[in-house]
């Protein structure tokens, strides 16, 4: 079983629209918690870190259920430039990130 | 914005040439990481470093190097790069927190 699990897209949204990605990870233990966002040939680039508490950034927020193990990242208001590969990542013991697959989002007007 | 150089930026070489792809900061971070991604594929690590003189191998096999003989410095080598090499590479590296700051990537295609 891989050690971060997305939904696996594509999501296809209208400008304007909320969605939201959720996100499984395998090991209890885990530490820390973020969401990347990839943009196509390009290098993945911090969003958000994910805090227990539940944290929002403009249109975007971000959840942690510790108890079911699973993260979630809600956009509100879709952007044209919201389109892009959204990484769900887990870090267990503070040197490497577990990356998931990423969870492509495309939104069209 | 994250201070990470690479270079270069693209690479097209003949199989058995070797070749090093440099990876730079100025962030003073002490922790260094190389990724290796194909097109619509996940990352995998294949080094890191805690910090000076110290490397590790990550999760995926690669047939590269590294180094960290200075904090700022994490270059890549390949002694005798194959077609199977093709792919980007990307370097990060981190402070004292847990994010990691990727540089832009080197797109190497092996012929």
């Known amino acids: 079983r891989k050690e971060v699990e997305q939904d696996p897209g594509p999501f296809n949204v209208p400008e304007g629209a909320t969605v939201a990605f959720n996100c499984t990870y395998s090991n209890s233990a885990s530490q820390s918690f973020f969401w990347y966002r990839q943009d196509c040939r390009k290098e993945p680039k911090l969003l958000m870190s994910v805090y227990s508490s539940g944290n929002e950034d403009g249109r975007f927020t971000a959840q942690l259920n510790r108890a079911s193990q699973y993260i979630s990242l809600l956009i509100r208001d879709s952007k044209l430039s919201d389109s892009a590969t959204y990484l769900c990542v887990v870090t267990l013991s503070g040197y490497a990130l577990n990356f998931g697959k990423g969870t492509s989002l495309l939104v069209t007007p | ?111």
């Open chain 2, 1 to 111: 914005e994250a201070d990470i150089y690479q270079t270069p930026r693209y690479l097209v070489i003949g199989t058995g040439k070797k070749i090093t792809l440099e990876c730079s900061q100025t962030m003073g971070h002490d922790k260094m990481y190389w990724y290796q991604q194909d097109p619509g594929m996940e990352l995998h690590l294949i080094h890191y470093s805690y910090g000076v003189n110290s490397t590790e191998k990550g999760d995926l096999s690669s047939e590269s190097t590294v180094s960290r003989i200075r904090t700022e410095h994490f270059p890549l080598t390949l002694e005798s790069a194959r077609p199977s090499h093709t792919s980007q590479y990307l370097c990060a590296s981190s402070g004292g927190g847990n994010e990691q700051f990727f540089g832009p990537g080197t797109r190497l295609t092996v012929l």
